[in-house]
Nanobody, 121 residues
Framework: QVQLVESGGGLVQPGGSLRLSCAAS????????MGWYRQAPGKQRELVAV???????TYADSVKGRFTISRDNAKNTVYLQMNSLKPEDTAVYYC???????????????WGQGTQVTVSS
């Protein structure tokens, strides 16, 4: 069993910053991709940023230049630094990780419970 626990969400004014964290724990042999997705009310869940095991980064166009994803492999933790936040960034943010539970198995997708980010004055 693998658990992803997110923290760092909250209410912030436009132009402000927040840092999200997501720690993976449980039966983990290795983690390949780790990333953040978000879902606003009435909208589909969308990719925000992904960091691959080799370090390659992918960002949604809407957050490029404002958000930075990073990871600490020793802690199985991924971070999302969000700067210059806008009201349209308001959403529930979900952590995702592709986890290999034992050597030789296919990595499986795991999700956190989500953390609310609200950008409003």
């Amino acid at each position: 069993q693998v658990q992803l626990v997110e923290s760092g969400g909250g209410l912030v004014q436009p132009g402000g910053s927040l840092r999200l964290s997501c720690a993976a724990s449980g039966s983990i042999f290795s983690i390949t991709d780790m990333g953040w997705y978000r879902q606003a009310p009435g909208k589909q869940r969308e990719l925000v940023a992904v960091i691959r095991s080799g370090g390659r980064l992918t960002y949604a166009d809407s957050v490029k230049g404002r958000f930075t994803i990073s990871r600490d492999n020793a802690k199985n933790t991924v971070y999302l630094q969000m700067n210059s936040l806008k009201p349209e960034d308001t959403a529930v943010y979900y952590c995702n990780a592709e986890v290999q539970i034992t050597k030789g198995t296919i990595p499986e997708d795991y999700w956190g419970q989500g953390t609310q980010v609200t950008v409003s004055s």
